[in-house]
C-alpha cells in the first residue's frame, strides 16, 4: 500500500507540474480569498475597541447627529430628554486635547496628550492599576479637579512607585491631583491617540475656560444596555422631532466604532465595504470556474479509473488515488494562498492607508480550518460528479445528455456573473472617475503649504494687530513669491476650528441647539492664493473684523433666497452676542477630500500672528530656495513658529486621491480578470464539449445537418440554461441593488447603455467561441468517421 501511495502521489506530482489550469486554477481562487480574510481581518480591527482596554463592550455606543452634511456630537440636552425616556441610559462625552504639564511648579512645561471623559468606569468594566476612579466617575459640580495617568506615564515619569496617589500636576497652570493609574490595556479613548492623562469632561471649562461647552471634535456616547439600536433610534428621532424641535432632516445615528470620528468612520467602512463586494463578485466567480476545472478533470479521472479497473485495480486503489487527489490538490490552494498573502496586505496598505497599523496577519488555526473546508468541498464534489456524470470510453464515446447538461449549466453560471460582474464593476469605475473629476474648490498646482506645530499653550489669548499683515507684505516683497497668504487649516491639512455662530434669529449655525460652526482665520488673498471662486460679493479684509465670508454649503441652508447685502451672523464671545456682515460667498472647498461631505463654514480676517497658522505659498521656484528665503523672513517676527515643514499642495492632493485611485485600479483588473477567464473557460469547456461530441456532429453533417443547424443544437442548450442562471443571479442584484447605490457618486445603479454593451459583447463573444469551435470540428469531420 506505501509503494502505491508514493507511486499515486509522484503521478499526481508530474501531473500538477504539466497543468497550467490547475495553477491558474488554484491562483484564480486564491486571490479573491486571500484578499476577503485580509480586508475581513481589517474589518475586525477597525470595529475593535481593545485599546480602550472596556471590558463590557456592549454597555456603550458612540450616538451622534446626522444631517445631509455634518455628522455632530450629541447636546447634553438630547442626553437628559434620552435619559427621562430611559433612566437606565445616560450621556458620556470624551474629548481629546494637547495641553501643556509640569510635574510639579518647579519643572519645565511640556507638552501632554489628554483625554476628558464623562465617566462610566464600573459599567464599562475598567480596573484601575492603582487607586480608584470614584473620583473621576461623574465628579459633582466644584470637586478638586482629578485625574488618573497612564500606565506608561506611571513608569517613565514616576519609575512604577506605589505612593503617587494624592500627589498633584501643574496642567495648563491648574493644579490636579493623581487619583489613579489606568490599566496597562488602557491605550486610549479615541484611535491613534494615547493620552498621559484622563480627567472628569466636567471640568474641561475649569481647566480651558475659553473653550466651547461642544465642539466637533468631541465623541459622545450612550451609557447603558440598548437592546433593539433600529427601534430604539425610531423611536427615539420621532419624539425628539416632535417634542424637542430639532430638524426634520436630522437624526441620531449609531456608529458601530469607538473612539473614530463618525465621518471618517463612515468613508472607512464604506471603501472597506465596497472593496468586500468587488472581492466576493472575484470570489463568486473563480470559485465557479474553479469548480468547472475540477469537475472537467474528473470527467477524465473517472475515464482513467475505469481504464485502471479493466487492469485489475480493486475499488480500495481507486479510493486511496482520490483521496491523494483531494488532499494534494488543497494543499496546493493553500500553498498560493500562502505566497500571495503579503501581496493582498500590500494591497490594502495602498487602498487604506489610514489604517496601516492595523495587522492583517491570520494564525495557522485559520489555515487549518481552510483546508478541511476545502478538502470537504472537493471530496463532496467529487462525489456527486461521479454520482450524477456518466462518462463513456472508447472510439465510439461521446459527451453523454449529463455532461452536456454539466457544462452548459456551469458556462451559463460563468457567463451570467461575469455579465453582473463586469457590470457593476462598469459602475464603480464610472463613479470613482467621477469622484476624481469633482471640483474640490482649489487648485493644487505650484501651491507650497508651511505649516509649524502647534504652541503648548492653546489657552493663551492674543490681542489683535497688524503682525499677519506685516507678514504678508514681507513675503511679497520676495521675488521667488507670486502670491501668498494666511490660513488656520488649509486643504487638506488635518487642521480644523470651530466657533459658535447664529442666524440673527438665534438659529445656532449647526444640527444642534449649540452651535459648533467650523471656523476659519483667513488673510484677504487666500481665495485668490489657492483658487478658490468667490460666487458672489468680496473676500475679507485687513482689520475689518466683522465681516466674514461663508460657503457655499452654508449659505444654501441658512440664506437661499437672501440678498447678501441683508446677509447677517452673530458671533458668541464672552461679552455677549456680536454682528457680523456676509461681505461674500465662496465656492464650496473639500478641506477634508472630493469624498468628504463640506460643512457650513465661515471665514473671518486673521487678527493676529498666533503661531497657530500655515502659510500657503504659490511658486514657480524650487522648494529648497522657498524654504530658505522663508526661515529668514520669520526669524523677525515675535511668534515663534516652530518645525518649519513645506509641503506641496499637489502631494496632499495625490495622497489623499491614492486610495481611489487604486481602487479604480482594483476595480479595473477584477474585470480584466473576470472577462479574461470567462472567455478562457468557455473556450476550454467548449473545445473539450466539441472534441467528445466529434464523432456524434460528424454523424450528424453526413446525414446533411448545416453547420448554423448544428451550432443552433448548442446554442439552445446554453441559451436555455443561460436564461435560468441569468434571471436567479438578476434577482439578486435587485435585491441588493439599494446598498450599491450607496458606493456609487453621480452614478445611478441602473444603465441601460452599460446594460446593454456588456450584454451584448460577452454574448457575442460567447456565440463566436460555441461557433468557431463546432466549425474546427466539422471541417475535420472526415477523420473521425474512419
Not at 481611489?660 to 473539450?688: D, E, G, M, P, W
Request: net charge positive.
Amino acid at each position: 500500500m506505501l509503494n502505491l501511495i508514493t507511486d499515486l502521489t509522484f503521478n499526481w506530482l508530474k501531473y500538477a507540474k504539466q497543468s497550467t489550469k490547475l495553477w491558474l486554477s488554484c491562483l484564480l481562487l486564491s486571490i479573491p480569498l486571500c484578499l476577503i480574510l485580509n480586508i475581513s481581518n481589517i474589518h475586525s480591527q477597525f470595529l475593535s475597541a481593545d485599546y480602550t482596554a472596556i471590558n463590557n463592550i456592549h454597555n456603550i455606543k458612540q450616538v451622534y447627529l446626522s444631517d445631509t452634511q455634518n455628522d455632530l456630537p450629541v447636546d447634553e440636552y438630547i442626553f437628559d430628554e434620552i435619559t427621562v425616556l430611559h433612566p437606565g441610559l445616560v450621556g458620556v462625552f470624551e474629548r481629546s486635547i494637547d495641553l501643556s504639564l509640569k510635574l510639579s511648579v518647579n519643572h519645565d512645561s511640556e507638552a501632554v496628550k489628554v483625554s476628558f471623559i464623562s465617566g462610566g468606569y464600573k459599567q464599562l468594566g475598567i480596573i484601575p492599576a492603582l487607586g480608584s476612579f470614584e473620583k473621576l466617575d461623574y465628579p459633582k459640580q466644584g470637586s478638586a479637579l482629578s485625574a488618573a495617568i497612564s500606565y506608561s506615564f506611571w513608569h517613565t515619569h514616576f519609575k512604577g512607585v506605589t505612593d503617587i496617589i494624592g500627589k498633584q500636576l501643574v496642567v495648563n497652570n491648574k493644579s490636579i491631583n493623581i487619583v489613579a493609574v489606568m490599566p496597562k490595556e488602557f491605550k486610549s479613548f479615541k484611535r491613534a491617540y494615547e493620552p498621559k492623562l484622563v480627567i472628569p469632561y466636567s471640568q474641561l471649562k475649569r481647566i480651558l475656560p475659553q473653550e466651547s461647552n461642544l465642539t466637533p471634535d468631541t465623541f459622545t456616547y450612550i451609557l447603558g444596555n440598548v437592546k433593539n439600536k433600529t427601534l430604539f433610534l425610531n423611536l427615539l428621532n420621532k419624539h425628539l422631532q416632535n417634542e424637542m424641535f430639532i430638524f426634520d432632516n436630522t437624526e441620531l445615528k449609531f456608529s458601530d466604532g469607538i473612539g473614530v470620528n463618525p465621518t471618517h468612520f463612515n468613508k472607512i467602512i464604506k471603501r472597506l465595504n465596497l472593496l468586500q463586494l468587488l472581492y466576493y463578485i472575484l470570489l463568486s466567480f473563480s470559485f465557479i470556474a474553479f469548480c468547472a476545472f475540477y469537475c472537467a478533470e474528473s470527467i477524465k479521472k473517472q475515464q482513467e479509473e475505469t481504464i485502471r479497473k479493466l487492469c485489475g485495480a480493486n475499488n480500495t486503489h481507486i479510493f486511496v488515488q482520490q483521496i491523494i487527489d483531494i488532499v494534494l490538490t488543497s494543499l496546493l490552494l493553500i500553498i498560493v494562498m500562502c505566497v500571495f498573502y503579503p501581496l493582498s496586505d500590500s494591497i490594502s496598505a495602498i487602498l487604506l492607508p489610514s489604517l496601516n497599523q492595523l495587522s492583517s496577519s491570520f494564525s495557522l488555526f485559520t489555515l487549518a480550518v481552510f483546508y478541511i473546508v476545502i478538502i470537504t468541498f472537493l471530496s463532496a464534489l467529487s462525489y456527486f460528479q461521479r454520482r450524477w456524470i456518466h462518462s463513456s470510453i472508447g472510439r465510439g464515446q461521446s459527451a453523454t445528455t449529463s455532461e452536456k447538461v454539466q457544462v452548459f449549466s456551469l458556462l451559463s453560471l460563468l457567463t451570467s456573473l461575469a455579465i453582473t460582474s463586469v457590470y457593476i464593476s462598469s459602475l464603480v469605475i464610472y463613479s470613482q472617475i467621477n469622484l476624481n473629476n469633482k471640483n474640490v474648490g482649489f487648485v493644487a498646482d505650484n501651491i507650497l503649504i508651511a505649516s509649524f506645530s502647534f504652541p503648548q499653550s492653546p489657552s493663551e489669548a492674543f490681542i489683535a494687530n497688524n503682525s499677519a499683515q506685516q507678514l504678508i507684505q514681507q513675503l511679497n516683497s520676495l521675488p521667488i513669491i507670486e502670491e501668498v497668504s494666511l490660513s488656520s487649516a488649509p486643504p487638506l491639512s488635518d487642521r480644523s476650528g470651530f466657533s459658535a455662530w447664529y442666524t440673527v434669529t438665534g438659529q445656532a449655525i449647526s444640527s444642534g441647539k449649540s452651535a459648533s460652526t467650523a471656523s476659519h482665520r483667513v488673510s484677504p488673498h487666500y481665495f485668490k492664493t489657492i483658487g478658490a471662486k468667490l460666487i458672489s460679493g468680496q473676500s475679507v479684509q485687513w482689520q475689518q473684523y466683522q465681516s466674514i465670508v461663508v460657503n457655499s454649503a452654508l449659505w444654501d441652508q441658512y440664506f437661499a433666497g437672501t440678498e447678501l447685502n441683508q446677509a447677517y451672523l452673530l458671533a458668541q464671545f464672552d461679552t455677549g452676542k456680536v454682528k457680523h456682515k456676509v461681505v461674500g460667498v465662496v465656492n464650496d472647498i473639500y478641506n477634508e477630500g472630493a469624498d468628504t461631505p463640506v460643512q457650513p463654514t465661515v471665514y473671518s480676517v486673521i487678527s493676529a500672528l498666533t503661531g497657530f497658522e500655515t502659510i500657503i505659498i504659490k511658486t514657480y521656484a524650487p522648494i529648497t530656495q522657498v524654504e530658505s528665503e522663508l526661515q529668514t523672513a520669520i526669524k523677525a517676527l515675535s511668534v515663534n513658529f516652530n518645525d518649519l515643514s513645506l509641503t506641496p499642495l499637489s502631494s496632499l492632493v495625490k495622497n489623499e486621491q491614492a486610495p481611489r485611485n487604486a481602487l479604480l485600479i482594483i476595480t479595473v483588473v477584477c474585470s480584466s480578470i473576470l472577462l479574461l477567464s470567462a472567455f478562457l473557460y468557455n473556450y476550454s469547456s467548449i473545445k473539450q464539449l466539441t472534441a467528445k461530441s466529434s464523432t456524434e456532429l460528424a454523424l450528424r453533417r453526413a446525414m446533411g445537418a448545416r453547420s448554423y443547424q448544428i451550432c443552433y443544437l448548442f446554442l439552445k442548450l446554453f441559451f436555455t440554461a443561460f436564461v435560468i442562471a441569468h434571471i436567479v443571479i438578476v434577482a439578486l442584484f435587485f435585491t441588493q441593488h439599494e446598498k450599491l447605490q450607496t458606493y456609487l457618486f453621480q452614478q445611478s445603479v441602473f444603465d441601460l447603455n452599460i446594460i446593454l454593451i456588456v450584454h451584448l459583447v460577452i454574448l457575442l463573444a460567447v456565440i463566436c467561441i460555441i461557433a468557431i469551435e463546432i466549425k474546427k470540428t466539422l471541417n475535420n469531420s472526415w477523420n473521425h468517421l474512419t
